[in-house]
Nanobody
Framework: QVQLVESGGGLVQAGGSLRLSCAASGSIQRALVISWYRQPPGAQREGVAT???????NYRDSVKGRFTISRDNAKNTVYLQMDSLKPEDTAVYYC?????????WGQGTQVTVSS
């Protein structure tokens, strides 16, 4: 069982930056894919960024060039660096760890971008 705790959310003005962290209670070295999702107000949850065990990354089009996902296996932590934030980035952000047999979700952290 792996528990995930997100942190780093908050209120920021448009154009600002935040770095989200997702700390795992267990090792993430065996995770096949680690992802950040978000759920905007009144909308469905959507994928934001992924990173594989090999370090390959992928981003949704709307965040490309602004967000960077990274992982530190030694610290069992995944990060999402968010720059040039826009009001439409406002959402609850979740991390997800996918292994061969199951997946784990964190509880989410709120990001609010004011115009």
């Amino acid at each position: 069982q792996v528990q995930l705790v997100e942190s780093g959310g908050g209120l920021v003005q448009a154009g600002g930056s935040l770095r989200l962290s997702c700390a795992a209670s267990g090792s993430i070295q065996r995770a096949l894919v680690i992802s950040w999702y978000r759920q905007p107000p009144g909308a469905q949850r959507e994928g934001v960024a992924t990173i594989t065990s090999g370090g390959d990354t992928n981003y949704r089009d709307s965040v490309k060039g602004r967000f960077t996902i990274s992982r530190d296996n030694a610290k069992n932590t995944v990060y999402l660096q968010m720059d040039s934030l826009k009001p439409e980035d406002t959402a609850v952000y979740y991390c997800k760890v996918q292994t061969l047999v199951t997946s784990y979700w964190g509880q989410g952290t709120q990001v609010t971008v004011s115009s």
